[in-house]
C-alpha cells in the first residue's frame, strides 16, 4: 500500500467511498439514453446550474457554499438509499436513515473536514440559510426539467398527479421567485400535455 499521512489516508478513503455515488441510481431519466441518472450525476448538474444560476436567488449567496452542499447532499445515499420524492412510505424512516449515514460517511474524513461537510449537509436538510434554500431549488428543477423534456417519463411510470409536483415544489419561490415561476409552469404545461394526471 502507498504511504500517506493519516489525515490523507481519511481523506482517500472518503473519496474512494464516494465512488459507489456512481452505481446509486434515481427516478430520474438522462435525456439522450434509456437509462436513469446516477446520484454523482445528479449532483454534478446541479453544482453547475449552483454558479450558472445564482443570479435567480431571491437572497445574495455564497456561490461556493452552494456548489458544496449541492455537491454533498446526496453522499448519504450511499447508506440510505435514494428515497423516491413521492415515496410516503420510505419518507418515514428518511431522516433517520439519512442521519446515521451522515455520521458514518462523514466520519471517515478528518475531524475538520467531517464537522464542516455534515454541518453543510444539515444546513442543506433543515433549509436554515439562503444557500440552503437556493441549493433546495436547484434539486428540484433539475429533476423537473429532465423529467419534462422526456416527456414526463417517470411521472408517468409511476403515476404521478400533477398537484403531488404542485406540493414538492410549493416553497421554491421562497428562495428563488424567478426558478419558481419556471418550475409551476413546467408543471402546467406538462398537465396540458398529459404528462401530468389531474384528480
Known amino acids: ?59 445574495p449567496v455564497d456561490v461556493l457554499r452552494v456548489v458544496k452542499m449541492t455537491l454533498l447532499h446526496d453522499v448519504v445515499e450511499i447508506d440510505a438509499g435514494d428515497t423516491y420524492c413521492y415515496d410516503k412510505e420510505g419518507y418515514k424512516s428518511k431522516a433517520e436513515r439519512e442521519e446515521n449515514a451522515a455520521r458514518r460517511i462523514f466520519g471517515l474524513l478528518p475531524e475538520d473536514q467531517q464537522q464542516e461537510y455534515y454541518t453543510l449537509w444539515r444546513e442543506f436538510e433543515d433549509g436554515s440559510s439562503p444557500e440552503a434554500r437556493f441549493a433546495a431549488v436547484l434539486d428540484r428543477i433539475q429533476p423537473l426539467l429532465l423529467n419534462y423534456t422526456k416527456g414526463g417519463i417517470s411521472w408517468k411510470e409511476h403515476g404521478i398527479f400533477k398537484d403531488q409536483v404542485m406540493e414538492r415544489n410549493r416553497q421554491c419561490s421562497d428562495a428563488s421567485k424567478v426558478l419558481g415561476d419556471v418550475i409551476m409552469s413546467i408543471i402546467n404545461d406538462a398537465e396540458e400535455q398529459g404528462m401530468l394526471r389531474s384528480r
Open 1 to 59: 500500500m502507498f504511504d500517506a499521512s493519516e489525515r490523507l489516508g481519511r481523506q482517500i478513503s472518503f473519496m474512494l467511498e464516494l465512488d459507489k455515488m456512481k452505481n446509486l441510481y434515481r427516478q430520474t431519466y438522462v435525456l439522450h439514453e434509456d437509462r436513469k441518472e446516477n446520484d454523482a450525476e445528479h449532483s454534478w448538474h446541479i453544482a453547475i446550474l449552483a454558479f450558472m444560476l445564482a443570479e435567480y436567488s431571491n437572497e
